[in-house]
């Protein structure tokens, strides 16, 4: 069984700031990792993804994530905020040695709010 | 580019009606799911597909079923609809069971008044 717990459901930062998303996750074998986001009235997009390389991610847009098995955390960051990253994102881990095609676990979403 | 396609962004229907969501996508990918996102509760997994004529419940199937006859085409029915399946829809397609990345259609938000 596999799950993830993103630990903020609302972030606000300023501008220019640092971005911290936190997300934990729990799975019986190797996982893989994503970060999705998600704008108002759209589907989902791929940001960056964690399958067993490097335990630094680098995605798009600026944002990264490291692997850290021993705090079983995979939390998201950007150095400086831009207001076009206000979005919903999502933390996502898929354990395939699980068995099945059973898709993909997702955390509930970390509302990001950039202030100007 | 992988391109998932949903027939309808928004759509409204009557309680008691047939509700068809179809979604297509153009990568040749054997898994294909449907999720129904709500606020508070994230997306929970409805049914998915990992070949054609194949499907599996997800955590919420009820209310709904689901068809495959392509590879490329995954359908979503409401047999009858009601007000508690007032949500956003999304279809996904992946190209193997588990491990990698899934490709996201753009929503449907269906309305069931």
């Known amino acids: 069984a596999q799950s993830v717990t993103q630990l903020d459901s609302h972030v606000s930062v300023s501008e220019g700031t640092p971005v911290l998303l936190r997300c934990n996750y729990s799975?019986?074998?190797?996982?893989?990792l994503f970060w999705y986001v998600q704008h108002p009235n759209k589907g989902l997009q791929l940001l960056l993804k964690?399958?067993?390389?490097?335990?630094l991610v680098k995605g798009i847009n600026g944002f990264e994530a490291e692997f850290k098995k021993s705090e079983t955390s995979f939390h998201l960051t950007k150095p400086s905020a831009h207001m076009s990253d206000a979005a919903e994102y999502f933390c996502?881990?898929?354990?395939?040695?699980?068995?099945?095609?059973?898709?993909?676990?997702f955390g509930k979403g970390t509302h990001l709010i950039i202030q100007p | 580019d992988v391109k998932v396609t949903q027939s309808s962004r928004y759509l409204v229907k009557r309680t008691g009606e047939k509700v068809f969501l179809e979604c297509v996508q153009d990568?040749?990918?054997?898994?294909m799911f449907w999720y129904r996102q709500d606020p508070g509760l994230g997306l929970r997994l409805i049914y998915f597909?990992?070949?054609?004529?194949?499907?599996e419940k997800g955590d919420i199937p009820e209310g709904y079923s689901v068809s495959r006859e392509k590879k490329e085409r995954f359908s979503l029915i409401l047999e009858s609809a009601s007000t508690n399946q007032t949500s956003m829809y999304l279809c996904?397609?992946?190209?193997?069971?588990?491990?990698?990345?899934?490709?996201f259609g753009q929503g449907t938000r269906l309305t069931v008044v």
């Open positions: 597909s990992y070949d054609v004529k194949m499907k």
């Open positions: 996904a397609s992946s190209p193997m069971a588990g491990g990698t990345e899934a490709f």
């Open positions: 996502v881990v898929s354990d395939w040695q699980g068995g099945g095609a059973d898709g993909l676990t």
């Open positions: 799975s019986s074998y190797s996982p893989s």
């Open positions: 990568m040749d990918h054997e898994n």
């Open positions: 964690y399958t067993s390389a490097a335990t």
